[in-house]
């Protein structure tokens, strides 16, 4: 059995939104090397990936696969789904062109206002 590289997922840890995404990405991932999780405030994350700006891994989370390819925001997801259980059938239909626009403006917009809808769903709770 051929074993996967982790996916590197470097999301936002000040958005209660996405620490609950990260979560469930976790909880729902094919195996516990599925992925590894780093937030883009954290030190670990400028030193292991100086090409990626705060501003970019603050606009959209980063999922980093081996050799570096850096796939952002509405991209990523399909490689994502691909590493969770029961999921793998919706990376499918997120290549398709009609689905990969709804699927920018729908990301886009919740990117855009993550911390609007973060304070409404779930008030992040500091650890």
Same mark, same amino acid.
């Given at each position: ?25 976790? +909880? ?5 090397? &599925?992925? #590894? ?7 670990? @994350?400028?030193?292991? /990936? ?14 980093? +696969? ?5 796939? &952002?925001? #509405? ?7 691909? @590493?969770?259980?029961? /999921? ?14 709804? +699927? ?24």
């Amino acid at each position: 059995m051929q074993t996967r590289t982790p996916a590197v997922l470097i999301y936002d840890a000040r958005c209660s939104l996405c620490r609950g995404c990260m979560k469930w990405i976790e +909880l729902h991932a094919v195996g516990k090397d &599925a992925f #590894e999780f780093i937030p883009c405030q954290s030190e670990e @994350r400028r030193k292991r /990936f100086p090409e990626m700006t705060d501003e970019s891994c603050l606009k959209s989370f980063q999922l980093v +696969l081996s050799h570096n390819q850096i796939l &952002a925001g #509405e991209k990523a997801l399909p490689e994502i789904l691909n @590493r969770l259980r029961g /999921f793998r059938w919706l990376s499918y239909l997120f290549k398709t062109p009609v689905i990969r626009v709804f +699927l920018y403006v729908i990301y886009r917009w919740v990117a855009n206002n993550r911390y609007i809808i973060s304070q409404t769903v779930k008030p992040l709770i500091e650890e």
